[in-house]
């Protein structure tokens, strides 16, 4: 079994029954950041032994579904060029070497936000270019943990949005995505 490391973006009610809840559900492997007075959002880090990171990831979420919590996202981690140089060990020149084509095979990802001053990147990108390029010594241990994490928000995040459709639009997307 691996230890694998990530956290879950919650909503709660107000009580401070809750983290009792969520421990006993089977979070005990987790910092919960919550405040039980105000209810409201939360943070949860694991450090999850399981076999994949998909069992690991799956496993919290039904948890704490099961504890009655939302869970509002995973952390997919939105990075800028000076953490990923902090993440990799190089400069900062370097990460922009690499992300204007400068350095490397090129094809750098895309930001997930482009901003005029400091532009944001998926670290589940750009960690698994980093990996398949040999660029940097990223694990991929790191490469599926990240990559997880951004598959599991997007779909957090679509089940969240397609609530706000009547039931026959959700039922026609699906079909279309199907």
Request: negative net charge; hydrophobic residues 45%.
């Amino acid at each position: 079994m691996t230890a694998y490391s990530f956290e879950l973006h919650f909503t709660a009610p107000i009580g401070e029954e809750t983290i009792d809840v969520l421990y006993e559900t089977g979070w005990d492997d987790a910092t919960v950041s919550l405040d039980p007075v105000m209810g409201g959002p939360g943070v949860a880090a694991f450090d999850r032994e399981a076999s994949t990171a998909v069992e690991a990831i799956a496993s919290a979420i039904a948890q704490g579904r099961a504890a009655g919590v939302e869970i509002t996202g995973v952390s997919e981690d939105l990075v800028t060029l000076g953490e990923i140089a902090e993440r990799t060990g190089r400069t900062f020149a370097t990460a922009d070497h690499w992300a204007v084509g400068r350095r490397g095979p090129g094809e750098f990802p895309a930001p997930k936000i482009r901003r005029p001053r400091v532009s944001l990147w998926s670290w589940a990108e750009v960690a698994t270019w980093l990996h398949d390029n040999h660029l940097a010594e990223i694990s991929p241990m790191e490469v599926e943990v990240a990559r997880v994490c951004e598959i599991a928000d997007s779909l957090i995040r679509a089940y969240r949005l397609q609530r706000r459709l009547p039931v026959e639009d959700r039922e026609r997307l699906r079909h279309a995505m199907t």
